[in-house]
T-cell receptor, first 111, second 115 residues
Framework: GEDVEQSLFLSVREGDSSVINCTYT??????LYWYKQEPGAGLQLLTY?????DMKQDQRLTVLLNKKDKHLSLRIADTQTGDSAIYFC???????????FGTGTRLQVFP | DAGVIQSPRHEVTEMGQEVTLRCKPI?????LFWYRQTMMRGLELLIY????????DSGMPEDRFSAKMPNASFSTLKIQPSEPRDSAVYFC?????????????FGEGSRLTVL
């Protein structure tokens, strides 16, 4: 079935790198996404990667995609306290408009 | 654009009461989604519409839940009768679908508490 898995918590020191991992199931997904949710708010798209790419870099964010293992990761360089939030991985489901989200990883950044 | 607009932002009700959540998608978006977020189950897709037609309602928990989209600019999610286990944050999202990147734009959510 459709399932996206993530670890629930990650705690890092300010200035360190954060790596959030995700596994997904639909090997035909066209796009894979990372969304960010701040307290009391909806989800906002952080970045996405097209399935024929292995890596995408956007300022402090690096997305790595391993299609063979169906593994997606998000690396945040020089993590700041403002990066504290819940990060959701999502996959698009082939031939539909659906996105299936993981449980979210709560990132806590401490000084 | 004002983004996806949901109402109410917060609702507290008693078990057995009817609850109606409302959503206005972004103008021009042809797909609309209802998600539910809880600590235990994360973000679950309940139902989605394309061009006002329900396409997949396999995530709707049970017959107490119903959703409608009478036109391109309005959708409702109704729970009747409500139960304490329905307490969650309900999100509406819209998109232009597969025509582009498939990005979903979320509203700020409706936090429901059923006592």
């Amino acid at each position: 079935g459709e399932d996206v898995e993530q670890s629930l918590f990650l705690s890092v020191r300010e200035g360190d790198s954060s790596v959030i991992n995700c596994t997904y199931t639909d090997s035909s997904s066209t796009y894979l996404y990372w969304y960010k949710q701040e307290p009391g708010a909806g989800l906002q798209l952080l970045t996405y990667i097209f399935s024929n790419m292995d890596m995408k870099q956007d300022q402090r964010l690096t997305v790595l995609l391993n299609k063979k293992d169906k593994h997606l990761s998000l690396r945040i360089a020089d993590t700041q306290t403002g990066d504290s939030a819940i990060y959701f991985c999502a996959e698009s489901i082939t031939n539909t408009d659906k996105l299936i989200f993981g449980t979210g990883t709560r990132l806590q950044v401490f000084p | 654009d004002a983004g996806v607009i949901q109402s109410p932002r917060h609702e507290v009700t008693e078990m057995g009461q009817e609850v109606t959540l409302r959503c206005k998608p972004i103008s021009g978006h042809n797909s609309l989604f209802w998600y539910r977020q809880t600590m235990m189950r994360g973000l679950e897709l309940l139902i989605y519409f394309n061009n006002n037609v329900p396409i997949d309602d396999s995530g709707m928990p049970e017959d107490r839940f119903s959703a409608k989209m009478p036109n391109a600019s309005f959708s409702t999610l109704k729970i009747q009768p409500s139960e304490p286990r329905d307490s969650a944050v309900y999100f509406c999202a819209s998109s232009t679908g597969q025509a582009n990147t498939g990005e979903l734009f979320f509203g700020e959510g409706s936090r429901l508490t059923v006592l």
